[in-house]
């Protein structure tokens, strides 16, 4: 960690000698002002427009405003947008969702796709994972809420995160930024920028976090949950010509925290007989977990934590001023090199000795696109393809404990820890995945007050995979054998009933054709009005994570492929600006209806029951947004964003049923929820019941005071600052549960500062200052013994950062 903040500070030792014009900084606040009401440039729509003409629900926050806000990933901007929601229990378990539709939470497999494209500097990055890593000198976000096919590479049925970073300059300017803080906090970004040659300039960029674990393992010694990131990002601009511009970037990221831990967070009884749940079965151990508070976050994971996430990549961007339009083609290639391990049995116990899942991911993508404006018509046609390949390694072992917890106690094999200890399941799963589609939008105005918007896509998905799970045990005569279903050895067929061996192949491929359709009108100068309706699909896929068996072990081949989804959206909006544009009021209201949803299944029929990805028949989203933002005077600026969201299973018979009516003996009727040894429904009908990871109510909010002064000589300010959200109460299971909802909570966050026009900025910072207790995710734990793990939120933290610009 050492070597890598003296390169930064290398980095930064050398921005402080190149000479710059200062401009005064902007304000989180300016930012948040200009994102719903001033003259803020975006690209949503593919080309420079003011904010406050886009007929679209967007929300932009500029460099300054991530920045000071401490925003500085993803999962940070949840705070600042009502409805971007972020869950990850690690960079592969990890789920986007805007307006409570992208990827159902919890739901990790290789051969399914987001609902929610990100992109950087205008390339689609397919995995999720981007998500958890460091923002690395970035000029811009921006949230699009709603399909967005039409418009960009990949067809978004949720939305998009478009991330802007800043460009080469052809004037010398620099940026240095240190950060220091409890918990060992440290961060560290430095920029710089200038002319090689009159037409050929370059950028640098470097960010470096450190931060101690918010966990302490007592059977390791260490914290865990730490924070440890890399991020190097690098392009050259070449003004070919004066109507030609090429940029060549590349980036290098890398994540190894010692991580990532859910720990015990509580326990729910379940159907199974009261001999095989957590606290019969840790008796019968002689365990005792360190702490059942979770806020005392102490854990005993006896498994080696690991979280190396690597990604980087390339791009080739060509932007050609041509007959009245600017063509655009955009190359890249892109990979990812996930290597974890982590404890699944979620206790001390030697359950489960490694379980980890290697990804190597390599993907290629081209758009060229076509946009062009006129005083009647603007329009944007494009083309794009894309292909990937994914290798994953999987492995699971179980240790000397799992017999007596996996296995009946009525049964004498459940005694002896040699059935189970070293039981081993390898699996080999391998995807291939093409995409090409041909898109365009057509603006025409057909007076200076009415536009009408249509759009179009025609898309391709060619997806095969492959799933081979190879599983060896012990016999019992102690040789080491495969686990088959042709045994009749009493060990193996214990074995099979906890790891059962697989193999298939399955392919996926479709044409769709999506299209939407906006009017918009503008009342007047400063009130716009429009509506929208989108019909998208979000693609199918295979079921890369295993599928039911019959009684004779043989896979069911016809789930082994997912149906896509079918959206139909409709949006209104009316966006708005008053008092000489100090105030800026933003409302919309959607309702999304989604056919064949992609979750997690059950099928009662299956001769031996296993949850797997499948389509449920029809979910419903639709709620309301609004945006206000003010600033009465250069002294005083505030914002509030809030959000109503109702989502709700509108038809799902073959639900996967909550921990409570889980575990006991399969049969037509449950038995009283959290009674032992009850009878187990096989599947639950949920239709009516709220989707999960979603609230009802979010708010974001935050207001700022400066007071002008002159001290270093300059012109100055000294400035208060607080920012905060809310969130209600929200489900962390597939299927709600009187045990997994996670209870409402707000986060403040305050910073006190002075800053100048030479571009020097000082700031104490204070995040969560109420050190409110709260859980990210709430997770059921194998087995059903009603162990659920969980996943405590950041404690307070509080720091101070000094940067400056050159």
Known sequence: ??????????????????????????????????????????TARRRAEELQDVPLSVSVLNSEAVEQTGSYNIQRLTQLQPTLQFYS?????????IRGIGAPLGLTNDGIEQGVGIYIDQVYYNRVAAATLDFVDIEQVEVLRGPQGTL????????????????????????????????????????????????LAIRIGASVTDRQGTIYNVASNQHVNSQDFLGLKGSLLWKATDTLNITLAGDYNLQNPVCCAQ??????????????????????????????????????????????NEMGGASLRAEWDLGGGTLTSVSAYRYWDWQPSNDRDFTGLDVTTRSQNPTQQKQWTQELRYAQEGETIDFVVGAFGFHQTIHTTGSQVQGADASAWLLNPTSSLSRNPAVLNGLTAENDIRLKNTSAALFGQLTWHVTDRLSLQPG???????????????????????????????STDPWIVAQRGVLAPQSFEASFSDWNLSYDFTAAYEFSDDVMGYATYSRAFKSGGINLNGVPLDAAGNPQLDVATVKPEKVNHFEIGLKTQFWDKRATLNLTGFWTEIEDYQAIVNNGQNSVLRGYLANADKVRVRGIEADFSIRPSDRVNAYVSGAYTDPKYRKFTNAPCPPELSGGNSGATPGAPGV????????????????PG???????????????????????????GWDGSYRSTFSSNASRSVYMDIKGYSLNNLRLGFRNSDGLNVYGWVRNIFDQNYMEVLATTPGNTGLIAGQPGDPRTYGLTLKVDF
Do not use: W
């Open 1 to 42: 960690m050492i070597a890598r903040f003296l390169l930064l500070a290398s980095v930064a030792s050398a921005s402080l000698t190149i000479p710059a014009a200062h401009a005064q900084e902007a304000t989180p606040q300016q930012a948040e002002n200009d994102i719903v009401g001033g003259a803020i440039v975006v």
């Open 89 to 97: 229990t690690n960079p592969r378990n990890s789920s986007i969702n």
């Open 456 to 486: 179009l896509r025609l898309n391709y998905d060619k997806k095969k995979g492959s799933y081979d799970s190879v599983v060896t045990g012990t016999a019992s005569n102690g040789t080491r054998q495969l686990v088959t279903f042709a």
């Open 263 to 308: 720990i015990y967070a509580g326990y729910g009884s379940t159907q199974r007989a009261a001999n095989r749940q957590y606290p019969a079965l840790t008796a019968s151990l002689g365990y005792q977990v360190p702490s059942t508070n979770p806020y005392d976050r102490l854990t005993d994971l006896d498994a080696q934590l690991k979280a190396r």
């Open 676 to 691: 032992p040894g009850a009878v187990s429904p096989a599947v639950c009908d949920i239709s009516g019941q709220l989707l």
């Open 694 to 720: 979603i609230s009802k109510y979010s708010l974001s909010y935050g207001v700022e005071f400066n007071v002008p002064t002159a001290l270093l000589g300059g012109e100055g300010q000294f400035y208060i």
């Open 152 to 199: 960009y590479g990949k067809n978004t049925t949720a939305g998009a995160i478009n991330i802007t970073t800043r460009a080469p300059s052809f004037s010398y300017e620099g940026k240095a930024e240190i950060s220091v803080g409890n918990l060992n906090f440290k961060q560290a970004k430095a920029t710089v920028s200038g002319p090689i040659t009159d037409r």
